[in-house]
């Protein structure tokens, strides 16, 4: 069941975050398709939280009445190319199938774009068995453009990866 949008929020990530954080952060299935590594302790947690989640000014937890139930992020590229981005998210998986990460990435593309005017293409690459996260991303109004085969090595395997794209002249679809 869908869960009512005006409950979902996104914002910067804060050190009373922790528990809720630790939550998905430390389930190795929520983990298993992100390029980090399973949080295993309460202090390895809040060290990932200050030094890698705080300073990331587009690293935002998403929120269920201001609970942290996730994250999405948005990487933008050197200044050279900085009319491209990289998004990446994760919901627990309590919250798994009821539109809260899809949600969350609207609301992050649409405030991306305003906030970045130079921003032509936001870019998305998924694991070709992580169907859950390609149906994210088509229902967020991203376009799936291609397979890279064997594109990276992570957590001791190659992954084949569909690349999607969103462009700003996309329309942007967004729940509220």
Known sequence: MAMDPSRITVRPFDVTDLDDFMVWAGDDQVTQYLRWKTLTSKEEALTFIKEVC?????????CIDNHSVGFV???RRSEKE???ADIGYAVSRKHWGQ????TAVKMAVASALKEFPDLVRLQGFVDVENKASQRILEKAGFTQ????RKYMFLKGRLWDLYVYSY????????NR
């Open 54 to 62: 705080i300073p990331h000014p587009w690293r935002l937890s998403i």
């Open 73 to 75: 992020s948005i990487f």
């Open 82 to 84: 900085r009319y491209i």
């Open 99 to 102: 539109g809260i990460c899809t």
């Open 145 to 148: 453009e291609g397979l890279l």
């Open 167 to 174: 462009l700003s002249i996309d329309p942007i679809v967004v």
